[in-house]
């Protein structure tokens, strides 16, 4: 694939967790945290989108579990001053219909169906990204919390495909894209599976109460556990 972004530009993802690799990630790179249940993915990648809102980038959200105006709530206490011109949440909990809707603050959220409606997830994703680039957005990041959930809709296989597809998009827009899974809700198959859709990994555990975490693929070898 080819970026139409600028190929000299590079994301810096390393303030929440100071792995070098991640000081220097090229657009249309897509990533996969991986992790127990509460070890805190959704939470860093997060932190790596508000990092970027401060510097006025984009941020499109998409949330299997907390409403929309929760996400949203929770973002506008991460970075101060929060331009939501340049916010996009795509809330897949199912409520109804497809629809979407600007806040009053300027925030772009869409609804989907349900985590299952992959349709309606791409096309929320979509209007998300063009949203934010009229709205003057020409770099940002991607979250998406989580797979697990879509899994439970769906078969791996099914996930797989829709993540290509997603990197692709995210890959025309020069976006960066974070991606978390439940590591113990799935069977090692359907791990080593989704994690092929994706440039480079990051794992997250427990050790003896310490959260610590690694970095698969960006930076070729492995890198050590260390606290995070």
Request: aromatic fraction near 6%; proline fraction near 2%; charge should be negative.
């Amino acid at each position: 694939m080819t970026s139409m972004s600028d190929s000299s530009m590079s994301y810096d993802l390393s303030g929440p967790l100071e792995f070098d690799a991640l000081a220097d990630v090229r657009p249309g790179s897509n990533i996969l945290v991986s992790g127990p249940a509460m070890s805190g993915k959704a939470g860093l990648c997060t932190a790596m989108l508000a990092d970027g809102s401060r510097s006025g980038e984009g941020a499109v959200i998409m949330t299997t579990g907390d409403r929309a105006d929760e996400i949203l709530d929770d973002y506008r206490t991460r970075v101060e001053d929060l331009d939501e011109s340049r916010v996009a949440v795509v809330d897949c909990r199912g409520d109804g219909s497809r629809s979407d809707e600007r806040t009053a603050e300027g925030a772009y959220v869409y609804h989907v169906t349900s985590p299952g409606d992959l349709t309606g997830v791409g096309i929320g994703i979509t209007k998300g990204l063009e949203t934010l680039a009229n709205n003057g957005a020409e770099e940002g990041r991607f979250a998406l919390d989580s797979l697990s959930t879509m899994l439970t809709y769906t078969d791996r296989k099914t996930v797989f495909k829709l993540c290509h597809v997603l990197s692709s998009r995210l890959d025309s827009a020069g976006y960066v894209g974070l991606f978390t899974i439940d590591s113990e809700a799935h069977d090692d198959q359907t791990i080593q599976v989704i994690k092929q859709a994706f440039d480079g990994m990051i794992e997250i555990r427990d050790n003896d109460g310490a959260r610590e975490a690694r970095l698969l693929g960006l930076a070729g070898q492995p890198t050590d556990w260390r606290e995070c």
